[in-house]
Antibody
Framework: EVHLVESGGGLVQPGGSLRLSCSAS????????MHWVRQAPGKELEYISG????????YYRDSVKGRFTISRDNAKNTLYLQMSRLRAEDTALYYC?????????????????WGRGTLVAVSS | EIVLTQSPDFQSVTPKEKVTITCRAS??????LHWYQQKPDQSPKLLIK???QSLSGVPSRFSGSGSGTDFTLTINSLEAEDAATYYC?????????FGQGTKLDIK
């Protein structure tokens, strides 16, 4: 059974940094593109970043480009999101999500497994 | 960025009713439209992929249709456990985008 467990969230001041982790099990991690999706309280889902199976390609939405860095350690079956220069509008529940099909790029796929999320709150 | 607009935003329905949720894309996305169910305090669950493909473990009362810019999620004979927010998602262009969600309340 696929399991995705996010961690690393917390309360941080504006301008601060956090590193989120997503520990994966139950599938061959290095065969799948992985993604981060966030959801502000009471709001819709927002895609923020993705990384291909071997880490060769990444994508960031404009609002986090230059501030967030996605990476993965396939030996540890772990996905990361390094977040810096955090803003109040980054406050959200951050989910990691797995592609449905293996060996995909960052497009033409959907997400068949999601973690429970880790909460990031940016406030002074 | 491709914008997905769902309707309605909210619907109050009774058990055994048939429910239809629509999702309109701002440009053609072929069949690259997926549907998720999110119950309160839970993560999203994939219901339908590529507009109409059903998934193992998803009740057969859930079905999807459409292509291009207009898509529909249908729930036949609604059950109380279907109370949730439903989102559409396109994966043909970056960034992936989601609809604003349709919240179903069961009377």
């Amino acid at each position: 059974e696929v399991h995705l467990v996010e961690s690393g969230g917390g309360l941080v001041q504006p301008g601060g940094s956090l590193r989120l982790s997503c520990s994966a099990s139950g599938f061959i991690f290095n065969n799948y593109a992985m993604h981060w999706v966030r959801q502000a309280p009471g709001k819709e889902l927002e895609y923020i970043s993705g990384v291909t199976p071997l880490g060769s390609s990444t994508y960031y939405r404009d609002s986090v480009k230059g501030r967030f860095t996605i990476s993965r350690d396939n030996a540890k079956n772990t996905l990361y999101l390094q977040m810096s220069r955090l803003r109040a509008e980054d406050t959200a529940l951050y989910y990691c999500a797995k592609d449905t099909e293996p060996f995909g790029e960052l497009l033409f796929n959907c997400f068949d497994s999601w973690g429970r999320g880790t909460l990031v709150a940016v406030s002074s | 960025e491709i914008v997905l607009t769902q309707s309605p935003d909210f619907q109050s329905v009774t058990p055994k009713e048939k429910v239809t949720i629509t999702c309109r894309a701002s440009q053609s996305i072929g069949s690259h439209l997926h549907w998720y169910q999110q119950k309160p305090d839970q993560s999203p669950k994939l219901l339908i992929k590529y507009a109409s493909q059903s998934l193992s473990g998803v009740p057969s009362r859930f079905s999807g249709s459409g292509s291009g810019t207009d898509f529909t999620l249908t729930i036949n004979s609604l059950e109380a456990e279907d109370a949730a927010t439903y989102y559409c998602h396109q994966g043909i262009a970056l960034p992936h985008t989601f609809g604003q969600g349709t919240k179903l309340d069961i009377k």
